[in-house]
């Protein structure tokens, strides 16, 4: 399985961005991602998930009202909305898989840098 990340980029506070992550390889709707963002001198921090088996999409507080996690099975893509962008979003974000939601994630993407200015 290969993820690829894009999307990123420079935007000012208060704008917009979408993230892709396209999979490829053995994956299919069952296959479970998230999405995470490590800024400089922090740890990884969960983001957004959707289940192994679609449905339902989990959100860390911190962007739960700000950020919306979508996914194209057709496409083999999951996206991530991000509004009203904050100083405090500027990081690497990186989106996950996995093929079962019991286990930790397998596959990383490369990651795509988010910068927001204020």
């Known amino acids: 399985v290969q993820l690829q990340a894009s999307g990123g980029g420079l935007v000012q506070a208060g704008g917009s961005l979408r993230l892709s992550c396209a999979a490829s390889?053995?994956?299919?709707?069952?296959?479970?991602m998230g999405w995470f963002r490590q800024a400089p001198g922090k740890e990884r921090e969960f983001l957004s998930a959707i289940a192994s088996r679609g449905g339902n999409i989990d959100y860390a507080d911190s962007v739960k009202e700000r950020f919306t996690m979508s996914r194209d099975n057709a496409k083999n893509t999951v996206y991530l909305q991000m509004n009203n962008l904050k100083a405090e979003d500027t990081a690497v974000y990186y989106c996950?898989?996995?093929?079962?939601?019991?286990?930790?994630?397998?596959?990383w993407g490369q990651g795509t840098q988010v910068t927001v200015s204020s």
């Open positions: 390889g053995r994956t299919d709707s069952a296959f479970g």
């Open positions: 996950a898989g996995r093929h079962n939601d019991r286990t930790p994630y397998r596959y």
